[in-house]
């Protein structure tokens, strides 16, 4: 057994033990909801989803085993690349129309000829994070001015969010903080900092005055659903939308007698119970010791982020590890304060849990370019061998 651990999981066991917890688990709750999806997609089975599913968290299994094996100093020589081409899919995407079936379609694009639908927005957050991590790295002896970061650092960071920002606020702002916290942890001046993030806020709230004031100019966003979001939040009378109320009674229940696996009730009334919500129907269904398992499990990935990004003996790779891996634990933060009501409805997934495609897969590559880096951490008796080696290649060419 130990052999076939060796020689398919490579990297950080601890790491991988957790991602194919959280892979199973996901099981129970999205079997539970899967008769709302039955209900609101129209068509196919439980069984169905389930094994669609299924698929979909194999396919991001096989991601993370491919991208373990890579090395993962490549994920940065391609990061412009994937940020420049992913700018004109994102330009291409919130241009497409303003609704397909019904709902604002800005923020998926369909491959042609698969009808698969995809979120450009989750894969250009991925990319552009990337490439923070290796701008940082390659300028880290230099010394910072608008003139060597306006165009290669704050123009892709400004397109990205900006792109991103009228169909999907919440993963804009979440972007942006984001670039934000790589840009602190990387060493970069606070001053250039404030600046872009004022210019940012004042374009910002310029499309969001513009959106309310000229509908009619800016017709493919979604400012008027946030807006309503925001004030029933804030509503001290205590109107809360239909999905908030419906989540915060499942938790109620939940914590009060756990109902037990598939007896959830308001899985047939909680809109986007399997994705979006599906962490209320966890608590329904399991009660604290469910929630606090769930949580103690993302919070160990987060212990085993920060121990390899602190054991990485490279800048690229530390930076590259919290790139990736801390959208995840901030994603699934921001999932259950929403469910609790803690903030306003965002419709951020659950990492790993809910029931979609392209959240579940950008999930599995961060978690495959994390074990990737955990795969070339070095002990130090190694490093100490690698220094003895360069110094001597070193006396070698001088003499």
């Known amino acids: 057994m130990s052999n076939i651990v060796q020689k398919y999981f490579k990297g950080d066991k601890p790491l991988w033990a957790f991602i194919l917890l959280l892979a199973l688990f996901s099981f129970l709750p999205v079997y539970s909801a899967s008769s709302n999806l039955v209900y609101t997609v129209g068509s ?15 396919i991001g299994l096989l991601i993370i085993y491919g991208l373990q094996r890579v090395d993962y100093r490549w994920f940065g020589l391609f990061a412009l690349s994937a940020v420049v081409l992913l700018s004109g899919v994102l330009a291409i995407t919130l241009i497409q129309g303003q609704t397909i079936g019904g709902a604002n379609a800005a923020r998926w694009l369909t491959i042609p000829g698969t009808g698969i639908g995809i979120q450009p927005s989750m894969i250009a957050s ?26 290669p650092l704050f123009l892709p960071i400004l397109v990205i969010v900006g792109l991103i920002f009228p169909s999907n606020g919440s993963t804009a702002l979440m972007l942006a ?23 940012g806020l004042i374009l910002g709230g310029g499309f969001v005055w513009l959106a309310l004031s000229r509908p009619d100019l800016v017709t493919n966003s979604r400012v008027h659903t946030w807006m309503s979001r925001i004030e029933k939040f804030n509503d001290d009378s205590g109107l809360e939308s239909y999905q908030v109320l419906h989540a915060k009674a499942a938790i109620a229940r939940g914590l009060n007698e756990m109902a037990g696996p598939g007896k959830s009730v308001f899985k047939q ?41 602190s054991k990485i003996h490279t800048i690229f790779g530390t930076l590259l590890v919290f790139a990736v891996g801390l959208p995840i634990i901030i994603q699934a933060m921001v999932n259950m304060a929403v469910a609790v009501n803690l903030i306003p409805v965002t419709g951020q997934p659950l990492p790993m849990i809910s ?20 795969t070339q951490i070095k002990s130090k008796e ?4 690698d220094r003895k080696v360069l110094s001597e290649e070193y006396i070698e060419d001088i003499a």
């Open 355 to 374: 029931y979609g495609g392209t959240s579940i897969w950008m999930t599995c590559i961060s978690f495959g370019i994390i074990l990737s880096v955990s």
């Open 382 to 385: 190694e490093l100490e061998q």
């Open 269 to 309: 009334t909680l809109p986007q119970s399997s994705s979006d919500f599906i962490f209320a129907i966890i608590v329904e269904e399991y009660g604290a010791i469910g929630a606090i398992l769930l949580i103690g499990i993302f919070l160990l990935i987060l212990i085993r982020i920060c121990i390899i990004a």
């Open 44 to 58: 196919g089975t439980i069984f169905g989803h389930l094994a669609k599913h299924a698929v979909i968290l194999l």
């Open 177 to 199: 903080g984001m670039c934000g916290i790589l840009l602190i942890i990387g060493g970069f001046p606070f001053k250039y900092l404030f600046t872009i993030a004022a210019t």
């Open 126 to 151: 991925q990319a552009l994070l990337v490439y923070i991590a290796r701008y940082l790295t390659k300028n880290r002896d230099k010394e910072y001015t608008w003139k060597n970061t306006a165009l």
